[in-house]
T-cell receptor, first 115, second 114 residues
Framework: NAGVTQTPKFRILKIGQSMTLQCTQD?????MYWYRQDPGMGLKLIYY???????DKGEVPNGYNVSRSTTEDFPLRLELAAPSQTSVYFC??????????????FGPGTRLTVL | DQQVKQNSPSLSVQEGRISILNCDYT??????FLWYKKYPAEGPTFLIS???IKDKNEDGRFTVFLNKSAKHLSLHIVPSQPGDSAVYFC?????????????WGAGTKLIIKP
């Protein structure tokens, strides 16, 4: 049971380039999330998904896109990378329902630098 | 506006003593509160949680206290150990109409001194 895995671990992009951050979970969780963490700040929700085929915007969605074709995978797409997208990106998953406490399980993160 | 605040960016505690990390929130509709621990270059890991209908939850060396009237919760670690050095995040679960999203504080870096 690998939990939540993310690739790549590190990436340097040039301004205007695009890339996809991969996220996979093997816990059969319905809910999946993408966060970014900037230095000295808490986690900011970018997008989330409550199940395959369903996605919704979080607090900071601009400049990003997601898809959820399977329960396991939740890739995050960056189009036209900008320096403001330099951050550490975390993917997470959870069972999350009204009867659970919402515990989320995190991947190790992807450190992205845009120059 | 920040709905979940951790006002201490860092805290230094002697090994063996008690560590107390604090968290304040503004939304009375939050129904669960969670503490996560994060080591450098790793993702956050769940530590302990508390329902809004309780005022205390204990798990080994970790105890979380909730004061709903003050909209304040605290995490107590007793005794503090070197491996407890990490960043601690407080998170609150939003109600159903927000799809139970977690709202996060900025974190407190705990340093345990030998």
């Amino acid at each position: 049971n690998a939990g939540v895995t993310q690739t790549p671990k590190f990436r340097i992009l040039k301004i205007g380039q695009s890339m996809t951050l991969q996220c996979t979970q093997d816990m059969n969780h319905n809910y999946m999330y993408w966060y970014r963490q900037d230095p000295g700040m808490g986690l900011k929700l970018i997008y989330y998904s409550v199940g395959a085929g369903i996605t919704d915007k979080g607090e900071v969605p601009n400049g990003y896109n997601v898809s959820r074709s399977t329960t396991e995978d939740f890739p995050l797409r960056l189009e036209l990378a900008a320096p403001s997208q330099t951050s550490v990106y975390f993917c997470a998953s959870s069972y999350s329902s009204g009867r659970e406490d919402g515990t989320q399980y995190f991947g190790p993160g992807t450190r992205l630098t845009v120059l | 506006d920040q709905q979940v605040k951790q006002n201490s960016p860092s805290l230094s505690v002697q090994e063996g003593r008690i560590s107390i990390l604090n968290c304040d929130y503004t939304n009375s509709m939050f129904d669960y509160f969670l503490w996560y621990k994060k080591y450098p270059a790793e993702g956050p890991t769940f530590l302990i949680s508390i329902s809004s209908i309780k005022d205390k939850n204990e798990d080994g060396r970790f105890t979380v206290f909730l004061n709903k009237s003050a909209k304040h919760l605290s995490l107590h670690i007793v005794p503090s150990q070197p491996g407890d050095s990490a960043v601690y995040f407080c998170a609150a679960r939003a109600p159903m109409d927000s799809n139970y999203q977690l709202i996060w504080g900025a974190g407190t870096k705990l340093i345990i001194k030998p």
